[in-house]
């Protein structure tokens, strides 16, 4: 008699000790389905920016690759419910806001009866990420990449099960390498649950069906702001409430931080600094918030407004992978251990992105994706993650890399700055966006670049030469003696590094 027709012989109560305690059923499913499978080079876990790169860079190295992606959709959160869906809504809230403040009045255009169209423009951001996501399933078909719909598990070394949403699995493939890239999800606030009507996450704040009167944002970094600034424009009475003394988040220069927030200020955004949300309550269809001064718990205050967003962050989604199983323990923050390969305990696992350390940015994952699956081609594998850029797509833009002064200060290092204000940049005073600078940091004796810090119009596309300049160890003079477009905002940069240099620019 076979083990599988012992245990269906046994009461339902012992078939539940054996699976809770044993995992034998399990155990059996993978054997079966792991015999009719085909051995693949890599299966890569999820499909947001990481691994689909990976997956797109394995398949062009010659390996064998299966995608495995949970949602209906490909692209993770960055292209579903992240990255694009909100730089549509930044991009034409923006629009919106000129006509509607006036600022195409003063530029000679009169917009006439101006009404928003807010299901037109929701419209407008789901087609942009649907050619997004479809434009990934194509990409997987011309480079010879297997999707697999269902949620991975690691159920080996060198096995990944592929299951139903209810828990049931519906293959197993056999790999050579496993590489883990499931990105993360919004971190929860205690107490509060999330509805996504009234509370709201960041994935609920991008498919609100009308304006909110009033919102209140807990967490005035990142995620928050760029939210915050489409819904204010929109029309909303922005309210962000901070527990740190200073907007933008964590690795933002206080320079900065200080410049970003007197601009939201003057666009009108509320902001209540050093500041933490105590607990929240609906009722009647609009949400109380109950905030207090983070030193001084007696002097409690009440927030009323339609519209609650939770942003405190994300956190590194490792939920039912099957880590544990094999031996693979997660670090005190959820995310999971790596050597500088990529390469976990486990030497065939590997994982990149939002689940391991470093900066969650989806620039960031493309990159390790490439360069893991790359190492396991045999070749190098380096990344210097002083050079990945960051960027807040407000309006105007933030965006730095490198050190800032706040880090070297505390590092012991010397170093030079050179500033350049927008309201002395030609192109700036063209097109009537003067807000803003371009901070250079490099060092005192060899002058090599350190940090580049921006606040203006193209931040995010200019912040990209900063990184090339750092990733080659440029000095501010080398960027200084760079030929640069007359009139583009890009000299702002080579004008901070000339001050940088010498220690006085040419225009201001």
């Known amino acids: 008699m076979s083990l599988i027709q012992i245990i269906g012989k046994l009461p339902a109560q012992a078939h539940k000790q054996i699976y809770r305690h044993h995992g034998a059923l399990a155990a059996l499913q993978r054997r079966h389905f792991s015999e009719a499978a085909e051995e693949q080079d890599l299966v890569v ?49 923006h629009f919106y806001h000129m006509a509607h403040s006036g600022d195409l009045t003063s530029r000679g255009i009169d917009v006439g009866d101006l009404k928003l169209n807010l299901p037109k423009m929701m419209e407008q951001k789901t087609k942009a990420v649907k050619s997004l996501t479809s434009g990934i399933a194509q990409l997987f078909k011309l480079n010879g990449v297997t999707h697999l719909a269902g949620r991975g598990r690691v159920t080996g070394a060198r096995e990944v099960a592929i299951l139903h949403p209810d828990g049931k699995i519906k293959e197993v493939v056999k790999t050579k390498h496993i590489l883990i890239a499931t990105g993360s999800e919004v971190t929860p606030f205690p107490g509060i649950e999330v509805d996504e009507n009234t509370i709201v996450s960041s994935t609920g704040a991008l498919s609100l ?55 939201l200020k003057k666009q009108g955004i509320k902001f209540m600094m050093n500041t933490k949300v105590v607990s929240a309550r609906k009722a009647s269809g609009r949400v109380s918030v109950t905030v207090e001064p983070v030193s001084d718990s007696s002097k409690r205050e009440e927030l009323e407004c339609d519209t609650l967003l939770v942003c405190i962050g994300r956190r590194p989604y490792t939920k039912d992978l099957g880590l544990e199983e094999v ?52 070749g190098a594998v380096h990344i210097d993650y002083n050079c990945v850029p960051s960027v807040i797509y407000t309006h105007p833009e933030v965006a730095w890399v490198g050190k800032t002064e ?89 004008e901070a590094n000339i001050a940088a240099y010498v220690g006085k620019a040419i225009n201001c």
């Open 45 to 93: 876990i999820g499909s947001g920016p990481g691994g689909y790169v990976a997956a797109i860079k394995a398949a062009q190295l010659g390996m064998k690759t299966v995608c495995v992606e949970k949602d209906p959709t490909l692209g993770g959160t960055c292209l579903n419910v992240g990255c694009i869906p909100s730089k549509a809504l930044l991009n034409n809230s």
């Open 209 to 263: 069906d009308k304006v909110p009167d009033k919102m209140v944002l807990i967490g005035a970094g990142v995620i928050g702001l760029e939210l915050g600034s489409v819904w204010q424009r929109l029309g909303t009475e922005v309210t962000a409430v901070e527990f740190l003394p200073h907007v933008g988040g964590l690795g933002i220069d206080m320079e900065l931080s200080k410049n970003f927030q007197r601009i």
């Open 327 to 378: 031996g693979i323990a997660l670090d005190d923050r959820g995310r999971i251990p790596v050597n500088g390969r990529f390469a976990t305990k486990v030497p065939s696992i590997y994982a990149i992105g939002d689940v391991v350390a470093g900066p969650m940015l989806a620039h960031k994952a493309e990159d390790e994706g490439i360069i893991a699956v790359e190492g396991m081609a045999g």
């Open 406 to 494: 706040e880090q070297l200060k505390e590092e012991g290092v010397k170093y030079k700055v050179g500033r350049f204000p927008l309201a002395a940049n030609s192109r700036a005073k063209t097109t009537g966006d003067t807000d803003g600078l371009v901070k250079i940091i490099s060092h005192e004796e060899t002058d090599r670049i350190l940090g580049a810090h921006m606040i203006g119009q193209s931040a995010g596309e200019i912040i990209n030469e900063a990184a090339l300049a750092m990733e080659y160890g440029a000095s501010s003079e080398d960027v200084a003696r760079v030929c640069h477009a007359h009139p583009t905002v890009s000299e702002a940069f080579r």
